[in-house]
């Protein structure tokens, strides 16, 4: 089944930036929507941004409007999403997953890896 590996986070102050890396090792990645998710602690998994296969539609949640950029590189089946102006409230686990036609949300049966860690604190 498609796996998906997360990478890039870290820890880092309030404003700074941090670039996150979605890929799928043996699958052709760009056959999908693929979005990114994030969980806090004690809160529910929510969506961040998606962006279309072909790379030219996207959708960000209005938290991160402005601030968030997802981009995606088909040749090497790549999908990122650079994190500018980050805020405390931006700390939690960073997911990727292949995402619903024009939604922010994931394909039914979605198997979450291991994700990425992004702490923002000064």
């Known amino acids: 089944q498609l796996q998906f590996v997360e990478s890039g986070g870290g820890l880092v102050q309030p404003g700074g930036s941090l670039r996150l890396s979605c890929a799928a090792p043996g699958f052709t990645l760009d056959y999908y929507a693929v979005g990114w998710f994030r969980q806090a602690p004690g809160k529910e998994r929510e969506g961040v941004s998606c962006i279309s296969s072909s790379g030219v539609s996207t959708i960000y949640a209005d938290s991160v409007k402005g601030r968030f950029t997802i981009s995606r590189d088909n040749a090497n089946g790549t999908v990122y999403l650079l994190m500018n102006d980050l805020k405390p409230e931006d700390t939690a686990i960073y997911y990727c997953?292949?995402?619903?036609?024009?939604?922010?949300?994931?394909?039914?049966?979605?198997?979450w890896g291991q994700g990425t860690q992004v702490t923002v604190s000064s």
């Open positions: 997953a292949a995402t619903k036609f024009r939604q922010l949300a994931p394909l039914p049966h979605t198997s």
